[in-house]
């Protein structure tokens, strides 16, 4: 059953902030329903909405969908390596992504029994509807 306590949190900060810093964006973490860690990216020098953008457009147009660009995406943390345009970035969220992870999580899920079991789900968000991201 997938569980994120403040303790866990809190354990896996330092890593998280450590990539931050390298990349030299700033953010936030948190805890959802006490079965999500969240991280927020509220600022920094890389151009996560534009590059998130373009690969939307690149993907609507394989598929042959309208395209409408986002302010605020939702990065989804399972494939935010390959889902981007610029290496740079790729390699940002592959950090953070396994910053996320620490050494506890786990996923042991079997969609083809619909059983799923895992340590905690995560998200990463870039701004928020209250507060956009702003790039520096």
């Known amino acids: 059953m997938a569980?994120?306590?403040q303790e866990l949190k809190k354990k896996l900060a330092p890593g998280i902030k450590a990539v931050f810093k390298k990349y030299g964006v700033k953010g936030t973490i948190g805890v959802r329903h006490h079965s999500s860690l969240v991280v927020t990216i509220r600022e920094g020098v890389l151009d996560l909405i534009g590059d998130a953008n373009a690969y939307g457009k690149v993907v609507a147009e394989?598929?042959?969908?309208d395209y409408y660009p986002e302010t605020y995406p939702n990065i989804n943390p399972y494939y935010c390596e390959e889902q981007v345009m610029d290496k740079k970035i790729g390699e940002f969220y592959k950090e953070l992504k396994a910053a996320m992870m620490g050494d506890e999580w786990y996923d042991r899920s079997d969609a083809m029994t619909d059983y799923f079991d895992?340590?905690?789900?995560?998200?990463?968000n870039v701004g928020a509807y209250e507060?956009?991201?702003?790039?520096v």
Do not use: C, E, Q, V
């Open 3 to 5: 569980y994120m306590s």
């Open 131 to 135: 507060k956009p991201y702003k790039k």
């Open 62 to 65: 394989r598929r042959g969908y």
């Open 118 to 124: 895992t340590a905690y789900y995560m998200d990463i």
